[in-house]
């Protein structure tokens, strides 16, 4: 990403108002359709704020009770595994994720997930009743879902109006980054966000519209990355099974897939939502196709058909393990036969 200062000389909605080339408009428009994402720099700012703004103007509101619905919908899509990267506490020395800063990019929202599961995130009513005079007749209200639809409504009756705009994505005057604050990860099909310390209602009001991009201050989850870890010796053991086979097969790169104090942590991949337990690599790469409108084609060195049943990849795990530890078996007794027949110059003369 390039120098984001140039937009701090100028008024907030003015930046709504810029326009692009229609060859910057389709590569902005490809970059968030295969990627989930587009630059927010000075060159592809106004395709993104043309196409944000075009698409509201050309829009007429669903009621609300459609948007209520879609507000369920959103807030009710299954989630892909989404772990935290690797602090200085890790208990593998260098594992810690490095630091990066946050950027401005343009997001394209059904690739989104609210901070909590569910509409447990949406803990504020932001509907009509609060423009209304607070008396006997117009008493406060509580329905969250009915509040987004209505904030929904009222952003599509501006038709991408630049002051609306710049009201709800800034940039914030105090920092000069845009207000909707997300953290990002990156994978073969494209990335996947989850709203960080800001955002939800306006978010999720936009994602109901369809919008096709929203602008977001992005902080990128790079790794090593934390996975779980088993609550007994069974746990221990599948997990070791499943991680033995992501590492032999060029998944992700454990520390010690087969040491249960260290395989959960430091974990290098490019698919961070698989490093978790077999259920949830299940559940997370049907997930990710979901949003990302397309399938994984092969997954590492391991075949797309394997991550339709937990029991195969756990089946296949113990597999890789038994002959990975059979010939580990037989390379210690090919050595220890060769020491005693050569000594040991001659064994490590050979290695």
Known sequence: MGDQRWWRDRRREDLYE????????SRVRAMLETEGYAPADEMFFPAGAMLLRDDLASRTAPDTAELSARVVEFAARPRPFLPYPSTALSIVQGAAARSVESEAWWVDPARVFPGRDGTASFFRDQGDWQRRPQDSEHAPRHDPVMGLAEFAARIAAERGD???????FGPS????MPMLDLLGWQTPLGAV??????????LAALAVLGVPCVLAEVTWCYGPFDGTTGKNMKDDDRLSAYRVLLHSFGVASFPDPL????NHTGIITDWPILISTPETAVASLNAMEAIAGRSAGEIGRLPRSLFTDPDRL???GEEVRHRLNALAASILETASSDRKRGGWFRWFSRR
Do not use: E, K
Request: hydrophobic letters at 40%; a positive charge; glycine letters at 8%.
């Open 259 to 262: 040491d249960i104090v260290r």
């Open 173 to 176: 005057y105090a920092t000069g």
């Open 314 to 316: 756990l089946d296949a």
């Open 162 to 168: 630049p002051a609306g705009l710049a009201h709800l």
């Open 193 to 202: 966000f989850r709203v960080n310390t800001n955002g939800n209602h306006r």
């Open 18 to 25: 810029l326009t692009a080339s229609a060859r910057d408009v």
